[in-house]
Structure formats: structure tokens, C-alpha cells
């Protein structure tokens, strides 16, 4: 009988990747296995929210000093419990918080550092477009029990994992561990995650970008010659579509699958983010690891690639340029002056 690859649950499928590489101790499936039982809980709610009155504004605003949806706190309060449940964390970093967040006494701390944010896209949750949950793991790198910062940070190539989980028209888990890239369907009738993506892989170049253009004069001329490159049919390359969702998951989701290029480069508009706005830690990192291991690409836009960034605070933001290889090179080549129009 063929091997049916499909149908496989995300949770065997962890078992086999993490017997093939000796880790067989369960401790990192136990890990994975927290984020995935909060993963359910939270898609129910996203797909409830509008009758269960959890939406609109809390009124409070977070770090990033934007109204925190109560489905945003409703999603950090539970990731925060199911991790700390796992005994397998020395400390975590949420977009919803502005500090890392310890271990509370009464559970037991493990060897894992988990960098989430827990709805992102979450200024779309009224309007009902798909949003996500982005979620990167490391090691805790410093000896004794009690973390240091710099275990958190951490350049994105010590990542050990990295994924997402979209609440869309379904719900869906996209992971890897450093070993190729796979995704998985929540089929609901069951609860289980099932394999419906084998080995991601995004084609070398793709017909799609997907950028806000409403910022087109706050972006460098070498930016805004890229774009008019993208808009014009020339003979090595037909006219891009333009698609933007406004959800870096979705954005990115789509990139991965039908290829082309996602970017949300440094702009002049707010003084504040000299950087762009997405943040390196728990956005840009853990989609960079993803993108690298179906064979594409992620970098700032200007030459360095993300997964080699040093960071040096928490909430640190950076410029990103991500999807197929051959379009995140033509887009720096754009941008760093070496082509224009
Ligand atoms: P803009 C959502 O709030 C988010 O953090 C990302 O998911 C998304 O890519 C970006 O902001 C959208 O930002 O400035 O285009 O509205």
C-alpha cells in the first residue's frame, strides 16, 4: 500500500521528525503539543468572536500603542498559561507585553525560549480577514535556571523552530523545525491538525507583490523604481498582481504558496519607526526561517538577511523584504541603487 503522506495529525508527524533527528525525550513534542491545544482554542474563538461578543476594543492599548482587541488579550493570557503548563520554558516575549515574561512560581521551568505574537493582524479582527498566531522557539543559551536577556535575543538562525498558525476560511499550522517546510489543516470535526501541505516549497520567482502602497511617498526612490519595474510588462517578465491583506500571516501564507514577494520596508512616514513597523523578533524572524526553508528568502531589503540580525531589544522593528529568492534579489538590487528604471 502507497504511503498515504496525507492524513498524517501534526503530532505524529512532530514524533517522526524529532525521532529522525534524536531527539526522541518528547519534550520538544510536549512544547509543540501546548502551542497547537492553544492554537484550537483560540481558532474557535475567531470563528465565534462576532457572536460571542468578545470583540471590539478593550480600551486599554498595548506596547505598541495600538487598542488591544480583547481577542488579542483573550489569545497572549492563554498561550502564556498552555506554555507555562508545559514545564518546558525558561521565559517568553509577547508582542502584547512590553517586558519578557517569567515563569510563574508553581510551575516548572524548562530549556526553551518561546517569542509569540498572539494575533497578529489583529486590526482586522471586526472586519473578519483572516488573522494569525506567529510563534518562534530557541534555546535558553545561559547556564542556571533563571534566564538573561540575551537568551532572548538571539539572531533568528539559532531558531530550533518556527511557524504560524492562520484562522482563516480554515485553520491552518505551517512549521519547520530546520528540516524543510510542511503544513497542516485543522479538520474540526476531529480536532486534529492533518498533514495538507507535504514539504512547502515557494517558486523561485512569482507574479505577485504585496506591499501597502498607500505609503508610496514615504519610500526611497530606489523602492518606488522596484514598484514601477513590477507594474510594467517586460520581456524576461509579465506585469505583477498587487495583493495586501493587512495581515502579515495571510500576506505571507499566500507568498509562500503561490510565490512572489511580501514587503514592509523603512518609511519616512512615522518618525517613531524609522524601521517599518513588523517586529523582529516574533514576525520577522520566524517567517524569514519558514521562507528560507521552502527555498526562499528574507532579508531587510538592503543586503543583510534577517535570520543573521543581531537583536537588541525586545519589540525591535526592522524593514523586511520575503518571499521567492530570484524577486527578493531583484528587489534589493532595486533598492540598494545597483538597478533603476
Ligand atoms: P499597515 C497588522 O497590524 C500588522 O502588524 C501586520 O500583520 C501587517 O502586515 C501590518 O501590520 C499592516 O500594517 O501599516 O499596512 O496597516
Same mark, same amino acid.
Given at each position: 500500500?502507497?504511503?498515504?503522506?496525507?492524513?498524517?495529525?501534526?503530532?505524529?508527524?512532530?514524533? $517522526?521528525?524529532?525521532?529522525? =533527528?534524536?531527539?526522541?525525550?518528547?519534550?520538544?513534542? !510536549?512544547?509543540?503539543?501546548?502551542?497547537?491545544?492553544?492554537?484550537?482554542?483560540?481558532?474557535?474563538?475567531?470563528?465565534?468572536?462576532?457572536?460571542?461578543?468578545?470583540?471590539?476594543?478593550?480600551? !486599554?492599548?498595548?506596547?505598541?500603542?495600538?487598542?488591544? !482587541? &480583547?481577542?488579542?488579550?483573550?489569545?497572549?493570557?492563554?498561550?502564556?498559561?498552555?506554555?507555562? +503548563?508545559?514545564? =518546558?520554558?525558561?521565559?517568553?516575549?509577547?508582542?502584547?507585553?512590553?517586558?519578557?515574561?517569567?515563569?510563574? +512560581?508553581?510551575?516548572?521551568?524548562?530549556?526553551?525560549?518561546?517569542?509569540?505574537?498572539?494575533?497578529?493582524?489583529?486590526?482586522?479582527?471586526?472586519?473578519?480577514?483572516? /488573522?494569525?498566531?506567529?510563534?518562534?522557539?530557541?534555546?535558553?543559551?545561559?547556564?542556571?535556571?533563571?534566564?538573561?536577556?540575551?537568551?532572548?535575543?538571539?539572531?533568528?538562525?539559532?531558531?530550533?523552530?518556527?511557524?504560524?498558525?492562520?484562522?482563516?476560511?480554515?485553520? $491552518?499550522?505551517?512549521?519547520?523545525?530546520?528540516?524543510?517546510?510542511?503544513?497542516?489543516?485543522?479538520?474540526?470535526?476531529?480536532?486534529?491538525?492533518?498533514?495538507? =501541505?507535504?514539504?512547502?516549497?515557494?517558486?523561485? +520567482?512569482? &507574479?505577485?507583490?504585496?506591499?501597502?502602497?498607500?505609503?508610496?511617498?514615504?519610500?526611497?526612490?530606489?523602492?518606488?523604481?522596484?514598484?514601477? =519595474?513590477?507594474?510594467?510588462?517586460?520581456?524576461?517578465?509579465?506585469?505583477?498582481?498587487? !495583493?495586501?491583506?493587512?495581515?502579515?500571516?495571510?500576506?505571507?501564507?499566500?507568498?509562500?504558496?503561490?510565490?512572489?514577494?511580501?514587503?514592509?520596508?523603512?518609511?519616512?512616514?512615522?518618525?517613531?519607526?524609522?524601521?517599518?513597523?513588523?517586529?523582529?523578533?516574533?514576525?520577522?524572524?520566524?517567517?524569514?526561517?519558514?521562507?528560507?526553508?521552502?527555498?526562499?528568502?528574507?532579508?531587510?531589503?538592503?543586503?543583510?538577511?534577517?535570520?543573521?540580525?543581531?537583536?537588541?531589544?525586545?519589540?525591535?522593528?526592522?524593514? /523586511?523584504?520575503?518571499?521567492?529568492?530570484?524577486?527578493?534579489?531583484?528587489?534589493?538590487?532595486?533598492?540598494?541603487?545597483?538597478?533603476?528604471?
Amino acid at each position: 500500500m502507497t504511503e498515504n503522506k496525507l492524513g498524517i495529525t501534526v503530532t505524529n508527524h512532530i514524533l $517522526m521528525q524529532q525521532q529522525r =533527528h534524536g531527539d526522541a525525550t518528547g519534550v520538544f513534542t !510536549r512544547l509543540l503539543n501546548e502551542l497547537i491545544f492553544a492554537a484550537k482554542i483560540i481558532s474557535a474563538e475567531v470563528n465565534r468572536a462576532g457572536l460571542a461578543g468578545i470583540l471590539g476594543a478593550t480600551g !486599554r492599548s498595548n506596547v505598541q500603542d495600538e487598542i488591544v !482587541r &480583547k481577542l488579542d488579550e483573550f489569545a497572549h493570557d492563554l498561550l502564556i498559561e498552555r506554555l507555562c +503548563r508545559s514545564s =518546558h520554558c525558561a521565559v517568553l516575549g509577547s508582542e502584547e507585553d512590553a517586558d519578557p515574561i517569567e515563569i510563574p +512560581r508553581g510551575y516548572n521551568k524548562g530549556n526553551y525560549v518561546l517569542l509569540f505574537d498572539p494575533l497578529d493582524g489583529s486590526s482586522n479582527i471586526d472586519a473578519n480577514v483572516s /488573522i494569525g498566531t506567529i510563534f518562534s522557539i530557541l534555546r535558553k543559551e545561559s547556564p542556571g535556571s533563571d534566564y538573561q536577556m540575551s537568551d532572548l535575543l538571539q539572531p533568528g538562525y539559532k531558531q530550533v523552530a518556527a511557524g504560524y498558525f492562520l484562522y482563516g476560511s480554515s485553520t $491552518m499550522m505551517v512549521y519547520t523545525t530546520g528540516n524543510g517546510v510542511s503544513g497542516f489543516t485543522l479538520e474540526p470535526s476531529v480536532g486534529e491538525f492533518l498533514l495538507s =501541505h507535504p514539504d512547502i516549497t515557494i517558486p523561485e +520567482r512569482g &507574479k505577485i507583490f504585496s506591499a501597502n502602497m498607500g505609503y508610496w511617498d514615504y519610500w526611497s526612490q530606489g523602492l518606488q523604481d522596484y514598484f514601477r =519595474h513590477l507594474r510594467r510588462t517586460t520581456p524576461d517578465k509579465p506585469v505583477y498582481s498587487c !495583493r495586501y491583506i493587512g495581515s502579515m500571516v495571510a500576506d505571507f501564507h499566500r507568498t509562500l504558496l503561490y510565490g512572489g514577494v511580501f514587503l514592509y520596508p523603512k518609511d519616512t512616514k512615522d518618525p517613531k519607526k524609522p524601521h517599518g513597523k513588523l517586529r523582529l523578533l516574533y514576525e520577522c524572524n520566524p517567517l524569514a526561517m519558514v521562507a528560507e526553508q521552502a527555498g526562499g528568502a528574507a532579508s531587510t531589503g538592503e543586503g543583510q538577511r534577517i535570520l543573521e540580525i543581531q537583536p537588541e531589544e525586545l519589540h525591535q522593528r526592522v524593514p /523586511i523584504v520575503i518571499g521567492s529568492k530570484l524577486d527578493v534579489q531583484e528587489a534589493e538590487q532595486f533598492i540598494s541603487g545597483q538597478r533603476a528604471q
